[in-house]
């Protein structure tokens, strides 16, 4: 199953949906290669594989509502994830506290950049409430960056993960966090309130980190993760490719990840948000993402989630749990070689 979180009340709230995984990903062994360079334009044509169904359905509208009617935030819009159509399709949203304006200007985000609204300190029982009316099993909860404050907005996110908790005792939850400047105590109020993951996204590899995440900083990122990892908690990072990389540096970023204490990396496609963000440079075929996802388990990560439509939170409520993406992935070697 897919569960993500998404807010609402009594009237009109549309119950959790079980489908099947593959229900939420088609199969990558049979798409073409494209790479193909319009004519009358800069940028490079989207190939087939990253096509996606618009919004529509009664499930979709009734999150759409539900959204708005109770002002919550999610970084299914604010991000301009591919698969918003599908999740919201299903009944599904990831949450963004904290607001939806950001203090920081990453060049691949489409999140605004400006000066944030005060804190919501209701906020983190206004989700909580909404993980419980959806009844959902696993929930995603992200935030944007608020440099602007003192601890970060961590009280708040320590707030919002114990408000959940309290109301949702079955639920398990993924927080994915900012890199708080690298503020131990302020990663620790994470790790104090005791979400299943917390995921922190490196992004690129090291040689871009200073163009496309302007204000963050690579080994900062990774101390972030050796903190979490120390503190007991199931880590998480996610990279986007297209960007410039090259295949050798991705592979050094996986295995600085691991290094730090990463159980878990999902690997996408970048996609340009508007045209003042960075361009594509390349659409990475299917079958280079499953080449990443086998080097990331022959080097020992726990859990590679790897595909051109891949986003942070695909297929979470899978990696709450040790040992489950490798032994699969061990398995499927066995079959193949039997």
Known sequence: MLFFLAGGNDAGTPQ??????????????????VNIVDEKATRIKKPDWLRVKLPIGESYKNVRNLVDTHKLHTICESGNCPNMGECWGAGTATFMILGNVCTRSCGFCAVATGRPEPLDWDEPQRVAEAIYLMKVKHAVITSVDRDELKDGGSIIWQNTIRAVKTL???TTL????????GKK???ERIIEAGPEVVSH???TVERLTRQVRIQAKYWRSMEVIRILKEGGRRTKSGIMLGL?????????????????????????QYLQPTHKHLPVLRFVHPDEFAEYREIGYSIGLDYVESGPLVRSSYHSERHVFPGLGKS???????NATG
Do not use: H
Request: charged share 30%; net charge negative; hydrophobic share 35%.
């Open 244 to 268: 410039g990389e090259k295949k050798e540096e991705v592979v050094q970023t996986m295995k600085d990840l691991r290094d730090n204490g990463c159980d878990v990396v999902t690997i996408g």
């Open 185 to 187: 105590e302020d990663i």
């Open 328 to 334: 699969e992935w061990e398995m499927s070697k066995t």
């Open 16 to 33: 959790p949906v079980n489908l099947p995984v593959s229900t939420y990903f088609c199969s990558m062994t049979e798409l073409p290669v």
């Open 174 to 181: 993924e927080t994915l966090i900012p890199d708080f400047k």
């Open 168 to 170: 949702n005792a079955g």
């Open 201 to 203: 996204n490196i992004e």
